[in-house]
């Protein structure tokens, strides 16, 4: 049985991840459970969530709570991290600043996500550096941290050889999405994807080898990536901004008739329609923490005060995914998954050594990319200008340079222009002085 430890023990997901794993069991042995996190209050809060989510299903699993990483890493076999950089907070600011500009405001997207970078790689590397000295040598990091296509840039410019897997939910939630459009379980579906992380293409989904594209077509110019029975299974991503999302990419898709995009290319490719429809003084972080995390912790202090834990998070495919590719890193099952991993030719037009978000094989040493070949030009030259921003912005992290992170958010494509830039950025270095390293 595996040693795990959730790295962001306080976040909100801890509690259905854990409810995944308690599922899981049998092809996910555990003997122990360990949350760490650098906020102790927060930790602590949800830990006793947590203890009931796995006592309902195991007395023998060792349960503990951590602030300090020598307890939390020590002989460890997987971590699972998850850290908020600044939590809600900062993501408020990261929505708010560029909106107070007319930019997309963003948790991953635009210059939020390239503010949230700023914040992230550098206490990743961290992180990874204090697994390293106490885990198990042939530990793995599964990696759900945002925002994840510049994270795993960062880690791979500063730590290469590092046994870290980074994820992201979008594209299994689309699957989930697309399954209950096809009346067929997400795990009967493989698809083809190309792209960068919250930036590709679904270009095959194939049900028993046949290619359910042109079907899915037809239901999404009706009614968008999603139907009520999907939306029933995921009420984080049932949320009307969400459903908002998911339905949003039917424009894309009726403009540009071919593929699937990723719900988040509405963020780039109608930034403008995006911005009109948003608040700029209620954006998703105030409705995540007046919904979700007020949720749950009103329903900790609940448990606390009369032992009874009311119905309040979240368990569906976020949580299932990163068991799925846990199981896959430790049994060798060579599970076909959609992750992030160095290209190594497997787009032939993008550089060699980029991040993508492509199919892989999870093997027990970790991905191995499925080949791609050639992307079309306008989907190659959209990718390489995120790219291009992504890498300046880790590039900016590491030598701390102000030319770069404008470079980086001038590049974007939803900043319409370099005074837009420029202004958003200044804003955004005043907001992270707590955060960022020097530009
Ligand atoms: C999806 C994305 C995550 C993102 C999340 C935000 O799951 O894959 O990268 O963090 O949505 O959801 P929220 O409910 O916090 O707005
Ligand atoms: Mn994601």
Redesign the pocket.
Known sequence: PFILSIAGGGSTYTPGIVKSLMVRLHDFPLAEIRLYDIDEARQNTIAPVVEKVIRDHSQSIKFTVTSDPEVAFSGAHFVFAQMRVGQYKM?EQDEKIPLRHGVVGQ??CGPGGLAYGLRTILPMVELIDRVERYAHEKAWIVN?S???AIVAEGVRRLRPNARVLNI???PV?AMRNMGAILGVDRHKLEVDYFGL??FGWFTRVRVDGEDKLPELRKHIAKFGLLTEDAAKTDP??S?P??VKTWRNIKPIMDNFPEYLPNP?LQYYLMPNQIVEHQNPDYT??N??MNG?EKKLFAAAEEYQRSGILPDAFHVGV?GEFIVDVACSLAFNLRQRHLVMVENRGAITNLPYDAVVEVPAYITSEGPEPIRVGRVPLFHQTLLQQQLASEQLLVEATIEGSYEKALQAFTLNRTVPTMEHAKAILDEMIEANRDYWPAL
């Open positions: 993501r948790e991953t759900y945002n925002p994840a992201c939910d979008m939630a992380n919250h984080q991503h949320d901004s969400w988040y998703r972080a409705e995540v979700r976020h």
